[in-house]
């Protein structure tokens, strides 16, 4: 009777939570029993695991009863980064390599039927957590997977490529292993090589015309804010969108990772994307769970994929109302908590949320260029799709109306993404040095105290709000709107022209006959 055991991880959102691969081998009849909560791509590892065995050239105990228990056994494990934990503690458990030797040693990676190692999820998400949880230990992974978990500072990462590469390193002292000995050329240990490249975004200035869109992304990547665009088709609010990452802030190295490490989760991560904001653009069939993230295990959504970047939810009525009704929480909070019957996961999402959207269900009232065809009652029922909870907590609300022809061609070429990033993050590091956080994300006092109105402007903003029967959250939002204005301006206090531009961006849905 043999008993090895092996450490691992498995995944919970983005906490890597330990999971001890323990192998016994008995006399009786011959069986490979896998229990510990596993899900079905775990339970076939036992094939993969075989075959990989035997052929690597290695002796698979077939003859005997093989049981692993993958603990603890209430935690639910998925995906094939345990066929290489399993393939060591059988070896272990065999004799065929030191099972002493793999003490300080966590190891995660999938098995081709070759014995090859194949790159898993997570693996930079399971490097962050071990460093945040202040776990040393020696991490050993398939390529790719490796270079991933490098990027956490700290990180002891080891890359084999074959499942030889790693019997080679914990052979017993005595033993001779020719085969594995050859193929020691595999394993090698991993660190950082993070480009220096700057990130290369699309230019705003490929947008002709639209002054006032423009201002509005200004404003929006200035302060963090949110942002509609309402406009007939083809006026270019996708094209706005798609350039609008290039006016925010360079990434720092903890928002690169927090951003990575939720693209490392759904298998997204390209070292290549490094440093680079994510835009997110969702299909407007998305459901409420591909939007806000869920399933079984919890899996990031588009908001999580989002994190440190931009959601572009283009096409806005035509989103499920669910799924638009679940981005209420987190665009105020900045999070999403999935709740199941068994577990608890929470998942980052401060994104700024940009969405486009036709003011009628033809798209043409109130332009120039068609007839709009559509009846009051059409129009109001589509608006309608968005709720007013939902439109009181985005900021800016703007119009951008068709190009005439002439003046599409005629027009030079706009103002650069440089050089209005440059004003953008001259306001966003006002803002840091006066309280620590970008405009959007005050709250409370914070606001009286930051926001620095004048006596003029309070009594504009008292007339205003009034008049257009604001709620508590759309006369805070127009305040923190302001103060970005103003922060542009190189303004101290904010003055009744910036809350009266911000007071603009505030306007609802134009409606048939009205303004």
């Known amino acids: 009777m043999r008993l090895a055991l092996v450490q691992s991880r498995a995944l919970l959102g983005l906490e890597a939570a330990a999971v001890t691969v323990e192998v016994h081998l008995a006399n009786g009849l011959p069986g490979f029993t896998l229990v510990g909560l596993a899900d079905v791509e775990v339970k076939e590892a036992r094939e993969r695991v075989r075959c990989a065995i035997q052929n690597a050239g290695l002796v698979f105990p077939g003859n005997q009863r093989i049981t692993v228990n993958l603990a603890p056994a209430d935690l639910p494990k ?15 458990a065999s004799g065929q390599i030191d099972a002493a030797r793999l003490q300080g040693y966590e190891f995660a990676g999938e098995l081709s ?16 957590a071990l460093q945040a949880g202040g776990v040393v230990t020696r991490l050993v992974l398939p390529p790719g997977s490796a270079d991933e978990a490098a990027l956490a500072p700290g990180a002891r990462v080891y890359r084999a490529r074959h499942v030889l590469d790693v019997v080679a390193q914990f052979l017993p002292q005595s033993a001779d292993a020719p085969p594995a000995a050859q193929a ?12 220096d490249a700057a990130v290369d975004y699309p230019d705003l200035a490929d947008v002709k015309g639209q002054a006032g869109a423009k201002r509005a992304l200004e404003i929006a990547a200035a302060g963090g804010h949110s942002l509609l665009m309402a406009g007939p088709p083809g006026s270019g609010k996708s094209m706005l969108a798609q350039r609008f990452a290039g006016l925010l802030p360079p990434m720092t190295r903890d928002e690169a990772l927090q ?16 440093g680079r904001r994510p835009t997110g653009c969702p299909h407007h069939t998305a459901s409420a ?29 035509e989103f499920p109302r669910a799924a638009l009704e679940a981005l ?3 665009l105020e909070t900045g999070s999403i908590t999935i709740s199941r019957a068994a577990r608890r996961a929470e998942f980052p999402a401060r994104f700024q949320l940009l969405a486009a959207m036709n003011p009628c269900p033809c798209g043409f009232m109130g332009s120039a260029r068609g007839a709009c065809r ?7 029922r589509y608006q309608a799709r968005l709720s007013g909870p939902l439109l009181d907590r985005i900021d800016l609300h703007v119009e951008v109306p068709a190009m005439e022809p002439a003046e599409l061609l005629q027009a030079p070429p706009g103002e650069s993404t440089a050089h209005i990033r440059a004003r953008c993050v001259a306001a966003r590091e006002r803002a840091l040095q006066r309280q620590g956080l970008p405009n959007q994300a005050l709250q409370g006092q914070a606001i009286d105290q930051h926001v620095r109105l004048d006596e003029a402007a309070v009594r504009f903003l008292n007339v205003a709000a ?12 127009a305040l923190k709107v302001a103060r970005t204005i103003a922060d542009l301006a190189g303004s101290a206090t904010v003055a009744t022209a910036h809350v009266a531009e911000a007071v603009q961006y505030r306007r609802t849905l134009r409606t048939p006959g009205g303004a």
């Open 328 to 330: 209420r929480e987190p």
């Open 184 to 195: 020691t050329e595999g394993w090698s240990a991993v660190s950082a090589a993070l480009p």
């Open 113 to 128: 039927l070759s014995g090859e190692l194949r790159p898993v999820r997570g693996a930079l998400a399971m490097s962050l």
């Open 466 to 477: 009034t008049r257009l029967g604001w709620s508590a959250r759309s006369t805070h939002r």
């Open 374 to 380: 559509c009846t009051p009652d059409q129009v109001n």
């Open 259 to 274: 951003s990575a490490a939720v693209a490392s989760l759904a298998g997204r991560f390209s070292l290549a994307q490094w």
């Open 289 to 317: 769970v591909a939007l806000v993230g869920g399933g079984a295990p919890p899996r990031p959504g588009e908001i999580s994929l989002a994190h440190q970047g931009v959601l572009f939810l283009d096409e806005l009525p």
């Open 78 to 92: 998925d995906s094939g980064r345990f066929d290489l934990p399993i393939a060591l503690g059988i070896l272990a």
